[in-house]
């Protein structure tokens, strides 16, 4: 003999949403050019070696950048300006009064 059930509940099904977590690695504070790049390159889920690739430099450059290995020079800026899309926040330069 097989029993076939329906139950009929007034409780409609649950889904329960939560925010994604960010990445360890994602930093707590936006203090340096390199915390900016890194959470950059978290939010769009790329590793260190596919952004080097990305923007057409050596390997192990966003990893210099986002350690603080690297001094800000105009190159490092250029890259990472490349990256973001916009020159960094970080820097707080007022975009209105650059020419050219």
Not at 18 to 30: A, D, G
Request: charged share 25%; proline share 6%; aromatic share 10%.
């Amino acid at each position: 003999m097989v029993w076939n059930f329906t139950v009929c509940t007034p409780i409609p099904p649950l889904s329960l949403k939560h925010p994604k977590s960010k990445h360890f690695r994602y930093p707590t504070e936006i203090l340096t050019v390199g915390d900016e790049v890194r959470a950059e390159r978290i939010n769009r889920g790329l590793t260190q070696h596919q952004a080097d690739e990305l923007i057409d430099t050596h390997k192990g450059f966003f990893n210099e950048l986002e350690m603080g290995k690297r001094d800000n020079t105009i190159y490092v800026l250029y890259k990472a300006t490349r990256f973001l899309g916009y020159i960094p926040k970080t820097l707080q330069i007022d975009e209105t009064t650059l020419g050219g």
